[in-house]
C-alpha cells in the first residue's frame, strides 16, 4: 500500500470513531493535529488525509474544523502545542510525524481520544498498554522504522557489495535517533560491516555532514527515519548526486525528490 493511500485509510478509520461520538455533542467536531514538522513538505499527505475524512463524510469548514499545530522541527515546542489544543477541547487530537508528537500529545491529555503513528513499538514508548489492547485513550499505528533497520541495511550491502563502512545520517533532535542507530549497528556486526553515526539536525548540518562523510570516504548512506530529513528529501537527493554518495531513505518521496536516479546513477 502506498504511504498516501495509507494516511487516507487512516484518517477514514481510526480517526471516524470519536468524531462520531463528538457529534452528537457539537454541530462542528474539532480536530487537533500536531505534527513535528512544517506543513509545506507535508502537503501532499495532508491532501490525503482531508480525503479520507471526506470519504466518512468530513470536509473541513463545512462539519469540521482542522486545527494545526506544528513543531517546524523543534521538538521542544510539542508539549505547548498539544496543550494548546486540549485547551482548545478539540474531539480528537492526531499526533503524527514520529513519537516525539504522540508523547507529547499522551503527555496534555488522559480523556481527549489521540490517534498517533510512530515509528517504534507503542507498548516500549508506554503510549498504549498492549497491542490488543490498548487501554487509555491513545491508539495508532506503528510503522516499525527501528525494527526494519537492518532491511535496510542488507538492501544498500546488496546494491553496493562492496561498501564495508556505510554513514548513517540521524537527527540528534529526535530521541528515536539512538534506537535507529542501534538497530543497524546491530545488523552491521552480523554482516562484517560497520555503521558511523553522522548528525544533521537543521539545513546547515546537512552540508557539513555531507561534506565529512565524502571526507572520511565512507561507501554509501543511510538515512534515518525523521520529519526534517522527509522535508529536505530534495536536498538530500542533491547532496547525495554532488558528492556522489550512494544514500537510501525509508520513504518513497525520496525516489520522488530525485533519490533514486542519482542512486542508479552511481550504482550504474
Known sequence: MRRREFIRLFSSTVVAWPLAARTQQSAMPVIGYLDAGSPAPFANLLKEFRRGLAEIGYVDGQNLTIEYRWGEGHHQKLPMLAGDLVRRQVAVLVATGGEVSALAAKAATTTIPIVFDTGRDPVTLGLVASLNRPGGNATGVNQFSAELGGKSLGLMHELVPKATVIAFLGNPNNP??????????????????????VAAGSKDDLDAAFAAIAQQRHDALLIGADPFFFSQREKLAALAARYAIPAMHGRREFPEAGGLYQLWHQLG
Open 176 to 197: 528515536s535517533t539512538q534506537d535507529q542507530v542501534k538497530a543497524r549497528q546491530d545488523a552491521a556486526r552480523t554482516m562484517g560491516l560497520k555503521i558511523a553515526p
